[in-house]
């Protein structure tokens, strides 16, 4: 079934901390990737993305995602968080015709 | 500035009861969605509209009900078919309905079914 999973609900990481979220969708095609971000009381809003190209691909506020093919897998990558990360990050992949999401992970940044 | 503007951000109904959530947008985009997002299932799409007056049922349309008669406007109808319908729901839009297009979305707005 067409899907994109995320690996972690919740993460609680400290100030400083690198930070890594998975993410991997089951489609065999070319897909566009994304990933969202919803701080608390905000829109949700894009973060990066990925059509082609570079598969490292780096987006606002020092994070970056990288595409792995073989792996159907884009990960989120930031080396060092900061209080103002906490917030709840989506995964989003077109390739069935539609905007398909993950589950989401609430990130926690503890001071 | 461009957006979109949902209304209203909360709402409780009772069991039993239809209700409107509406949709605006200014950006002049072509396609709309509305998504309902609920703790531990991300964003779930209800129904989407590539062009005015057409629209098209995603993955969980049951008990809801859409319209697009303007471009800038797309309403959900969240009817008393709808068996949870207390959840968070989300307008979103893009320019062209592709996956060349990043989403916009609007503020949300919360139903409550008491």
């Known amino acids: 079934a067409q899907s994109v999973s995320q690996h972690n609900h919740h993460v609680i990481l400290s100030e400083a901390a690198s930070l890594e979220l998975g993410c991997n969708y089951s489609?065999?095609?070319?897909?566009?990737l994304f990933w969202y971000v919803q701080y608390p009381g905000q829109h949700l809003q894009l973060l990066l993305k990925?059509?082609?190209?570079?598969?490292l691909v780096k987006g606002i506020k020092g994070f970056e995602a990288e595409f792995i093919k073989s792996k159907f897998s884009f990960n989120l990558r930031k080396p060092s968080v900061q209080w103002s990360d906490t917030a709840e990050y989506f995964c989003?992949?077109?390739?069935?015709?539609?905007?398909?999401f993950g589950a989401g992970t609430q990130v926690v940044v503890t001071p | 500035d461009g957006g979109i503007t949902q209304s209203p951000k909360y709402l409780f109904r009772k069991e039993g009861q239809n209700v409107t959530l509406s949709c605006e947008q200014n950006l002049n985009h072509d396609a709309m969605y509305w998504y309902r997002q609920d703790p531990g299932q991300g964003l779930r799409l209800i129904y989407y509209?590539?062009?005015?007056?057409?629209?098209q049922k995603g993955d969980i349309a049951e008990g809801y009900s859409v319209s697009r008669e303007k471009k800038e406007s797309f309403p959900l109808t969240v009817t008393s078919a709808q068996k949870n319908p207390t959840a968070f729901y989300l307008c979103a839009s893009t320019r062209g309905y592709s996956g060349a297009n990043v989403l916009t979305f609007g503020a949300g707005s919360r139903l409550t079914v008491l």
């Open positions: 489609y065999g095609g070319t897909v566009n």
């Open positions: 509209s590539q062009i005015v007056n057409d629209f």
């Open positions: 989003a992949a077109w390739g069935w015709g539609k905007f398909q």
């Open positions: 990925y059509f082609s190209g570079d598969p």
